[in-house]
């Protein structure tokens, strides 16, 4: 049938509008195959763009064409930026820009920095691969209006992406992920943006190292008083040296690193999927833990924004869940400070009960921590249950797996020194306000069947359910606390319903509560066969 000439023109137009030679290369070799009678279909894949830009920026796989991750794409990416950040009077201010070690990291952030300066920004630039957290605590401390960080976090390795924090005067909460409508607004002016190969990319650029400044503010004074061994692993990332120095600082020099994934590698030959919650993906760190001996074991993600903590058990050594790490860490950090803590519809409800223990306010928002960071005024620490937590939001606002190491590591040191462990504090805590199971489904569907299981339950809810909807997008089901002599669903139980953001997913988020009790193993068996059946109950629901 020959080559769709919409697709033959549409080829053409980029490669010609490519400054990259490399990505020229390769659009023209698929685009050759196809005008010879080869298959057109990952020509089309490549044109079937552009990425679309959300609240977290860009985020697709490296390649040539609009729908990849490539210079020509990052140059009117950053053109957009820039022209967004003019219209909002910033012109002229600082802008810093980071990145990963992934591919093409490199490449794109000194295309962003390059574009930013010809433009007529200050534009600082960190020194290497850098830590995204190290992103968001410069923009803060420089006083900067906006930051970009090249790196796709916990992606695969064929992946990168581009993230927007905006600074104070231009975003809403200076040193914060952007959210909308900026995202639309920065979208629609990236649309605007000329071809990559006009956009100039020479500005001059300086170099900003504060790494030291960074390690003081997530260090402070090194008090720890006990000895705590820790086997660390960065998952192949770039935020190992930066843990390290971070918990020697502390008083935690003991540290034992998985030394196949020490250093940064792109293509994370270790492990299926780079990220901390995946299982086997810290079969290594745990296996070091029990060799060396470790008190606490700790999984920072690609770009060390998310943490993972492993404890030993009588029956060995296991990960703690993000909602327990979460309650954990908040829980400790209220210890020494009242203020307001944060999670999300889809995390853990006990956080709450914690933080009115203590006689501090909570609040719940919508998942993310661009709404996290937002909850209102005075907010010490905030979470969710992917594993992130913002320990500092004074210094950065959003996420820190190193941070947030520190602080574990200071609460295992501080239990260890009364002969405790983490798992004690977390029976103490399960005691006073109950024994809280939460559990993630995620079922791949296509968009429209995704949409349709959604309108179903929100229409319809299921008998003994009531449905509210925290936002458009998001459906939360609750099943009141009921007498104990009905069914053992009956108990109280919460799920929320949601689409993926990234992926052709639906999702739903499970939480059984039982009732605060001195017999907590009977507890945790009572709630382990509810959330059984309530995970039964509610795959059949969607379908």
């Given at each position: 049938?020959?080559?769709?000439?919409?697709?033959?023109?549409?080829?053409?137009?980029w490669?010609?509008?490519?400054p990259?030679?490399?990505?020229?290369?390769?659009?023209?070799?698929?685009l050759?195959?196809?005008?010879?009678g080869g298959d057109?279909?990952?020509l089309?894949?490549?044109l079937s763009?552009?990425?679309?830009?959300?609240?977290?920026?860009?985020?697709?796989?490296?390649?040539?064409?609009p729908?990849?991750?490539?210079v020509?794409?990052?140059?009117?990416?950053?053109?957009?930026?820039?022209?967004?950040?003019?219209?909002?009077?910033?012109?002229g201010?600082?802008?810093?820009v980071?990145?990963?070690?992934?591919?093409?990291?490199?490449a794109?952030?000194?295309?962003?920095?390059?574009?930013?300066?010809?433009?007529?920004?200050?534009?600082?630039?960190?020194?290497?691969?850098?830590?995204?957290?190290?992103?968001?605590?410069?923009?803060?401390?420089?006083?900067a209006?906006?930051?970009?960080?090249?790196?796709?976090?916990h992606?695969?390795?064929?992946?990168?992406?581009?993230?927007?924090?905006?600074?104070?005067?231009?975003?809403?909460?200076?040193?914060?992920?952007?959210?909308?409508?900026?995202?639309?607004?920065i979208?629609?002016?990236?649309?605007?943006?000329p071809?990559?190969?006009?956009?100039?990319?020479?500005?001059?650029t300086?170099?900003?190292d504060?790494g030291?400044?960074?390690?003081?503010?997530?260090?402070?004074?090194?008090?720890?008083?006990?000895?705590l061994?820790?086997?660390?692993?960065?998952?192949?990332?770039?935020?190992?040296?930066?843990?390290?120095h971070?918990?020697?600082?502390s008083g935690?020099?003991?540290?034992?690193?998985?030394?196949?994934?020490?250093?940064?590698?792109?293509?994370?030959?270790?492990?299926?999927?780079?990220?901390?919650?995946?299982p086997?993906?810290?079969?290594?760190?745990?296996?070091?833990?029990?060799?060396?001996?470790?008190?606490?074991?700790v999984?920072?993600?690609?770009?060390?924004?998310?943490c993972?903590?492993?404890v030993?058990?009588?029956?060995?050594?296991?990960?703690?869940?993000?909602?327990e790490?979460?309650?954990?860490?908040?829980?400790?950090?209220?210890?020494?400070?009242?203020?307001?803590?944060?999670?999300?519809?889809?995390s853990?409800?006990?956080l709450a009960?914690?933080a009115?223990?203590?006689?501090?306010?909570?609040?719940?928002?919508?998942?993310?921590?661009?709404?996290?960071?937002?909850?209102?005024?005075?907010?010490v620490?905030?979470?969710?249950?992917?594993?992130?937590?913002?320990?500092?939001?004074?210094?950065?606002?959003?996420?820190?797996?190193?941070?947030?190491?520190?602080?574990?590591?200071?609460?295992?040191?501080?239990?260890?020194?009364t002969?405790?462990?983490?798992l004690?504090?977390?029976?103490e805590?399960s005691?006073?306000?109950?024994v809280h199971?939460?559990?993630?489904?995620s079922?791949?569907?296509?968009?429209?069947?995704?949409?349709a299981?959604m309108?179903?339950?929100?229409?319809?809810?299921?008998?003994?359910w009531a449905?509210?909807?925290?936002a458009p997008?998001?459906l939360?089901?609750?099943?009141p606390?009921?007498?104990?002599?009905?069914a053992?669903?009956g108990?109280?139980a919460?799920?929320?319903?949601?689409?993926s953001?990234?992926?052709?997913?639906?999702?739903?988020?499970?939480?059984?509560?039982?009732?605060?009790?001195?017999?907590?193993?009977?507890?945790?068996?009572?709630?382990?066969?509810r959330?059984?059946?309530?995970?039964?109950?509610?795959t059949?629901?969607?379908?």
């Amino acid at each position: 049938m020959g080559l769709d000439p919409a697709l033959r023109d549409a080829a053409m137009r980029w490669i010609a509008d490519d400054p990259d030679p490399a990505t020229r290369a390769e659009l023209q070799e698929l685009l050759v195959d196809a005008m010879a009678g080869g298959d057109s279909a990952p020509l089309a894949e490549a044109l079937s763009g552009p990425l679309r830009f959300g609240t977290a920026g860009l985020r697709g796989p490296v390649r040539a064409g609009p729908a990849g991750m490539n210079v020509a794409v990052v140059r009117r990416a950053t053109a957009g930026l820039a022209a967004w950040l003019v219209a909002h009077g910033a012109l002229g201010r600082t802008v810093v820009v980071g990145r990963d070690a992934r591919h093409g990291s490199a490449a794109f952030a000194r295309e962003a920095a390059g574009v930013l300066a010809a433009a007529g920004f200050t534009v600082h630039v960190l020194p290497g691969p850098t830590p995204t957290p190290l992103l968001a605590f410069a923009v803060q401390r420089r006083g900067a209006a906006a930051g970009v960080q090249i790196t796709a976090s916990h992606n695969p390795p064929q992946d990168n992406g581009y993230k927007v924090y905006l600074g104070e005067g231009v975003g809403d909460a200076a040193g914060a992920q952007l959210v909308s409508p900026a995202d639309a607004e920065i979208e629609a002016a990236i649309g605007a943006a000329p071809a990559a190969v006009a956009i100039p990319a020479d500005g001059p650029t300086t170099v900003d190292d504060v790494g030291e400044e960074y390690l003081d503010r997530v260090a402070g004074p090194g008090t720890a008083t006990t000895a705590l061994r820790i086997a660390l692993t960065p998952m192949h990332g770039v935020g190992g040296a930066t843990a390290v120095h971070a918990l020697a600082r502390s008083g935690f020099a003991d540290v034992h690193v998985v030394p196949e994934q020490a250093a940064p590698d792109p293509d994370f030959p270790t492990v299926d999927f780079p990220n901390p919650e995946e299982p086997g993906a810290t079969d290594l760190l745990l296996a070091l833990a029990e060799r060396e001996g470790a008190d606490l074991a700790v999984a920072l993600d690609p770009d060390a924004d998310r943490c993972a903590l492993g404890v030993p058990t009588p029956a060995g050594w296991r990960m703690l869940t993000g909602d327990e790490t979460g309650v954990l860490l908040g829980d400790h950090l209220l210890r020494r400070r009242t203020g307001l803590v944060a999670t999300t519809v889809v995390s853990s409800s006990m956080l709450a009960k914690v933080a009115a223990a203590h006689g501090a306010p909570a609040a719940e928002t919508l998942t993310g921590f661009k709404w996290i960071v937002r909850a209102g005024p005075g907010l010490v620490y905030g979470y969710e249950e992917a594993l992130g937590y913002c320990v500092d939001p004074e210094a950065v606002r959003d996420k820190d797996g190193i941070a947030a190491a520190v602080v574990a590591a200071d609460l295992a040191a501080r239990l260890k020194a009364t002969g405790q462990t983490l798992l004690d504090r977390l029976d103490e805590l399960s005691r006073a306000h109950g024994v809280h199971r939460t559990v993630g489904i995620s079922l791949r569907m296509a968009p429209q069947e995704r949409d349709a299981v959604m309108a179903r339950l929100a229409g319809s809810p299921p008998a003994g359910w009531a449905a509210d909807r925290p936002a458009p997008d998001v459906l939360r089901l609750r099943r009141p606390e009921a007498g104990r002599a009905e069914a053992a669903l009956g108990a109280a139980a919460r799920v929320v319903v949601r689409p993926s953001g990234t992926e052709p997913k639906l999702k739903a988020y499970l939480e059984v509560v039982e009732p605060p009790t001195a017999d907590l193993d009977a507890a945790r068996a009572r709630a382990d066969e509810r959330m059984a059946a309530l995970r039964e109950e509610i795959t059949a629901l969607i379908g």
